[in-house]
Every structure is written in C-alpha cells, then in structure tokens.
C-alpha cells in the first residue's frame, strides 16, 4: 500500500483524522500527515522538506504555486473558515455580536490566548489594533501556537481566539461564536500537490477525495464551509 506525506495546516487537521480510515479503505492509499500553522510549515518548506500534498491557506499555495514548488494545475479551495472566541465550558458566554461589545468584552476579560503565527492569530492582532487596544490585550494574553481551546478548558485563559475549526478540536470549551463580520477574516485552506511528489497520482485522489460532496459533509461538521461541492 502506498503512503503519501502531507503537510496540513491545524484547521484542517479534523477533516483529515476523520476521513483518513474510510479513505485508505475505499482508495487503498494511506497518508502520513503533519500537524502545524500554515507559517511553520512555510518556513519547513523555505528550509528544503517537501511532500505529496500541502494543505495550507490559499495564500502560502499561491506562494508555493509561483516558487515552482506546487503544480498550479493541482489546486483545489476545499474550505472555508472564520475566526471566533470560546469560553471553558459553562462559563458565561461575553456579547461579541458587534465590534463595540467585542471591544468591551476583551477589555473586560482577566485573561485571553491567540495563536502567535497561525491565521487566525496573525488577523487577531490587527484586529486588537484597530480596535486601539492592543497593549492593553496583550498585556494579559498568552501568545503561543497549537489548539488555543485547550489553555480556556483547562481555565488557565478565560478566552480563546483562533478558527472556528480549531476551536472545535478543542473538548471542554464554549464556543461563543464569530467575531462580528466588520473585523471578521475568513481564511480560504486549499491542497496542492508538490512537484517533488513521490506519488503524484495518489496525491490527486486525495485532493479529489477531500473536494466530493460526502466530505463536504464532513467539512461543514468541523465548522467551516466546503468549496468544492
């Protein structure tokens, strides 16, 4: 059986666990992936690694398309994400309906997390900028990578700031829902297929796999929307 290498960024981490046991069954094609922020893997790329397939933003694909690194005709948008907040769970859910109460509920709180080199951390911070309170937020937040939930289950933050699909992966939170839509960024992740690719062919039916209508169910479930429907 063949494996593939992947290297997929975090938001998409629980459609591939959770597709990976049906598609080497149905394929016959297992995969080997790693975990990170699409910046970590940019800059594992930069350094010389490669794989099959890269499932990363829209953005570093582009990236990657015009360094020659990713075949062009290989892309594929497969989903959609937003940004949001989350609360241990049972603890109250603050108002963030707009960017006034999003505001005076960051303020307000003892304490908050946000990814240092993720999307989602990357767009909180102009955010907390254009809001004009960025010292005062950072003065109290923890700025780390990995799943932000985590740190808002275990109470050592009172909120969590990351993708919607990130926060999903977390167990013990609240998600309290989407930043309000006037500092809203929703982040495009797509798969590419590297032209360093041991199994170019295995790669495409994984691209296809992650793009079919049955996967889409899959996508929307972890909180995000499908593109390729």
Sequence with gaps: MTTIDVLCTLGMRSVLVDTAEAF?????VAFSASYQSTVALMERIASGESADVAIITDAAIETLVAQGRVSRESRRDLASSSVGLAVRAGAPRPDISTPDALKHALLSARSITYTLTGASGIHFARVIGQLGIADAINAKATVR??????????????LAVQQIS??????????????????????????????????????ATLIAWLSRPATAAIIRAKGMEPLQV
């Design 166 to 203: 990130e926060l999903m992966q977390a167990k013990g939170i609240d998600i309290v829902g989407p930043l309000p839509a006037e500092v809203q960024k929703s982040t495009v992740f797509s798969a590419g297929i590297f032209a360093a690719a041991k199994a170019p062919g295995d790669a």
């Design 145 to 158: 990578d990995g799943l932000a939930g985590e740190l808002a289950a275990r109470g050592e933050v009172e």
């Design 24 to 28: 080497t069954r149905e394929k016959g």
